[in-house]
């Protein structure tokens, strides 16, 4: 499906066309400045982190930054003691999780383990979150300069927005898994690269690979850049109608050896997600359907970069801000193509992706400035219970519309590169040697017009460069967190939890509490399992849910907590706590240091009797009350 003019040229202008392709050969010094540039950016946005990398979380999401810390330990468990990563019984015992069913990262975790062990989950975490983010920009950046522009440069702007975008940094808020999408690029590129004559085998087979490798980092966005494919490839087969039937039937073959490929390779993984222990169907209520993107973030500056401001998420801020791309570079993007779609095939496709998402990403109803309107959107029209669609969050398909303005920068960028070329901007021409003729590089422009060109290249760099430096992004927002007990992290507990019991904190890992009591697993490497947790499971009706099932005491806990005193116990009270430990298969509950000590250990004394002190925690040794 790879056609030259999917450059950013004119169609009708075949020496246009060929003046576009890429050398074969090219300095290596320039592709390792920009890894480099990456690398130093990705660093720049984890800064707060590296302050205090054992003793800081994300401010945004602090319980999914722990849970990532958590899914680090997990890789590392798994592979230290060969247990199968597909679950986990570490946490929300006895029931376990199914990490399938889950955004557990295994792609990454799994490899890293090593590290991890080394380094421990607070470091690992922080290292490898600047990492995807470098890595996603220099994918983009091989895609762009190997396969559409010929400006280093130009490919250099459009993997650093692919990278580093407003809508990618706002995930990294604790939610590395979208940040992972340094495999996408090279996705997308082996799909265009199918139609290839004579290589639909050799192509087929790495698409597969790279596919199935996906599915273990980011199924979602996966989704994402399968829909987009579709869009392109659609797309080009009405504006190249010869060309696609010509190439057709070896695309479609090596699609068909990607496919299968890609089903052998996790087909037992992708049926344990749906049926194996602990799967679910679907989410309760379909939480996330109505989460559309408001109309007027498109024009506002995203909260995490230079000219955001935090304030407005009191207004627009309801959903993840996937777009956010402020005013200068909407309006960037809408002249770009103006000028570009009549003279480039990739620039007419990215104006149909960039239409296409941004309708979709609305969501059921039209939000304006913070207010659902009374106009429905595309996704009023399609039921909730569609597979995959009840999973979907449609803002999240603005990201695609994010991709799609890295790939136009990219374009208007080399399209000014090349304005400059044709106004007689050429390379040095060496002297000729005595006797020769004088090298000619062909025929310069006429003088106004070539100095009209001469003006468009800085015109069109400044223009670009207006457009992103607002976008450059701010240091990822952290706060300090409580250090765990030394009891937990000097092995203290270790007395008290004989194998195949487990140790109960207070107040138990839930979505809404126990971020501390969460991370004592992830920093002890998971030696001991807790019940609860944060993680998607089945209800009562195998619909999804976050969190486990509250029990009794659980819900106790909370309770307590949230009105700062304990309630009158009764002997129910206390026969249902001694239930819900025996069903944890508890041999010891601990709190710690915690905003609501004293209550709690009030309450959890009434229920179990005195506590002990046992170095920095309180201790109740309950063996010989479950038997």
């Known amino acids: 499906m790879v056609d030259p003019s999917l450059n950013p040229v004119t169609d009708a202008d075949r020496t246009e066309v060929e003046s576009t392709r890429r050398p074969r050969r090219r300095p290596a010094r320039a592709d390792l400045l920009?890894?480099?540039?990456?690398?130093?950016?990705?660093?720049?946005?984890?800064?707060?982190?590296?302050?205090?990398?054992?003793?800081?979380?994300?401010?945004?999401?602090?319980?999914?930054?722990?849970?990532?810390?958590?899914?680090?330990?997990?890789?590392?468990?798994?592979?230290?003691?060969l247990e199968n990563p597909l679950f986990t019984a570490r946490q929300n015992a006895p029931d376990g999780v199914n990490m399938m069913a889950n955004t557990s990262l295994l792609g990454v975790t799994l490899p890293l383990a090593p590290l991890t062990m080394l380094l421990g989950p607070q470091v690992m975490y922080a290292l490898y979150l600047?990492?995807?983010?470098?890595?996603?920009?220099?994918?983009?950046?091989?895609?762009?300069?190997?396969?559409?522009?010929?400006?280093?440069?130009?490919?250099?702007?459009?993997?650093?927005?692919?990278?580093?975008?407003?809508?990618?940094?706002?995930?990294?808020?604790?939610?590395?898994?979208?940040v992972s999408n340094f495999l996408l690029p090279l996705i997308v590129v082996r799909v265009l690269r199918l139609g290839e004559p004579g290589r639909w085998r050799r192509n087929g087979l790495v698409l597969g690979a790279l596919v199935a490798y996906q599915i273990f980092i980011n199924e979602e966005m996966l989704l994402l850049t399968a829909l987009a494919c579709l869009v392109v490839v659609l797309a080009y087969a009405v504006q190249r109608p010869r060309a696609t039937r010509a190439v057709a039937g070896t695309f479609l073959a090596g699609l068909g050896v990607a496919g299968g490929l890609a089903l052998a390779l996790t087909a037992y993984p992708i049926w344990f997600q749906f049926n194996g222990p602990q799967s679910y169907r679907g989410l309760q209520g379909g939480v996330f359907h109505n989460w559309g993107e408001d109309l007027v973030a498109f024009v506002t500056f995203a909260r995490d970069t230079w000219a955001g401001d935090p304030a407005v998420e009191k207004t627009i801020g309801l959903t993840e801000q996937n777009t956010w791309f402020g005013w200068p570079l909407v309006l960037l993007a809408l002249v770009a193509l103006a000028l570009l779609v009549r003279r480039s095939l990739?620039?007419?496709?990215?104006?149909?992706?960039?239409?296409?998402?941004?309708?979709?990403?609305?969501?059921?109803?039209?939000?304006?400035?913070?207010?659902?309107?009374?106009?429905?959107?595309?996704?009023?029209?399609?039921?909730?219970?569609?597979?995959?669609?009840?999973?979907?969050?449609?803002?999240?398909?603005?990201?695609?519309?994010?991709?799609?303005?890295?790939?136009?920068?990219?374009?208007?960028?080399?399209?000014?590169?090349?304005?400059?070329?044709?106004?007689?901007?050429?390379?040095?021409?060496?002297?000729?040697?005595?006797?020769?003729?004088?090298?000619?590089?062909?025929?310069?422009?006429?003088?106004?017009?070539?100095?009209?060109?001469?003006?468009?290249?800085?015109l069109g760099y400044a223009a670009v460069a207006l457009a992103v430096l607002p976008l450059f992004p701010r240091p990822l927002p952290a706060q300090q967190i409580d250090p765990p007990p030394h009891f937990i992290t000097a092995g203290g507990w270790r007395p008290y939890v004989p194998a195949g019991?487990?140790?109960?904190?207070?107040?138990?890992?839930?979505?809404?509490?126990?971020?501390?009591?969460?991370?004592?697993?992830?920093?002890?490497?998971?030696?001991?399992?807790?019940?609860?947790?944060?993680?998607?499971?089945?209800?009562?009706?195998?619909?999804?849910?976050?969190?486990?099932?509250?029990?009794?005491?659980?819900?106790?806990?909370?309770?307590?907590?949230?009105?700062?005193?304990?309630?009158?116990?009764?002997?129910?009270?206390?026969?249902?706590?001694?239930?819900d430990l025996r069903f944890w298969r508890a041999s010891v509950v601990v709190l710690g240091a915690h905003p609501s000590e004293a209550v709690l250990r009030e309450l959890v004394t009434g229920l179990l009797g005195p506590a002990q002190r046992v170095d920095d925690v309180w201790v109740w040794d309950v063996r010989a009350l479950v038997g």
Do not use: K
């Not at 990456?38 to 720049?44: H, I, K, T």
């Open 34 to 81: 920009t890894l480099g540039a990456y690398a130093l950016l990705g660093v720049f946005v984890c800064l707060n982190y590296w302050g205090d990398v054992n003793g800081r979380v994300s401010s945004h999401l602090p319980t999914d930054h722990s849970w990532f810390e958590w899914l680090f330990a997990h890789g590392a468990y798994s592979v230290r003691h």
């Open 130 to 178: 600047g990492g995807a983010l470098a890595a996603t920009a220099g994918t983009a950046y091989w895609m762009l300069s190997r396969h559409l522009v010929r400006s280093r440069a130009a490919a250099f702007v459009g993997g650093a927005f692919l990278g580093f975008a407003p809508g990618i940094v706002h995930h990294a808020n604790g939610q590395p898994n979208f």
């Open 501 to 579: 019991r487990t140790l109960v904190p207070v107040p138990i890992p839930s979505n809404v509490h126990g971020l501390p009591t969460l991370r004592w697993s992830a920093l002890t490497g998971q030696e001991f399992p807790v019940p609860g947790g944060y993680f998607i499971g089945p209800n009562e009706l195998g619909e999804g849910v976050f969190g486990a099932p509250n029990r009794p005491t659980s819900t106790l806990i909370y309770a307590t907590m949230d009105r700062g005193a304990v309630p009158p116990l009764t002997e129910e009270n206390r026969r249902q706590a001694v239930e």
């Open 346 to 458: 990739a620039a007419r496709i990215v104006a149909v992706l960039v239409v296409v998402f941004t309708v979709a990403s609305i969501g059921p109803w039209v939000r304006f400035d913070g207010v659902e309107t009374d106009i429905p959107g595309p996704w009023s029209y399609v039921s909730d219970d569609l597979p995959l669609v009840e999973m979907m969050m449609p803002t999240r398909l603005a990201l695609v519309v994010a991709a799609a303005v890295g790939v136009l920068l990219a374009l208007t960028w080399d399209a000014a590169y090349r304005q400059g070329r044709a106004a007689g901007d050429r390379p040095r021409v060496p002297a000729p040697r005595a006797g020769e003729p004088a090298a000619s590089d062909g025929p310069a422009a006429p003088a106004p017009v070539a100095a009209r060109r001469r003006w468009l290249r800085p």
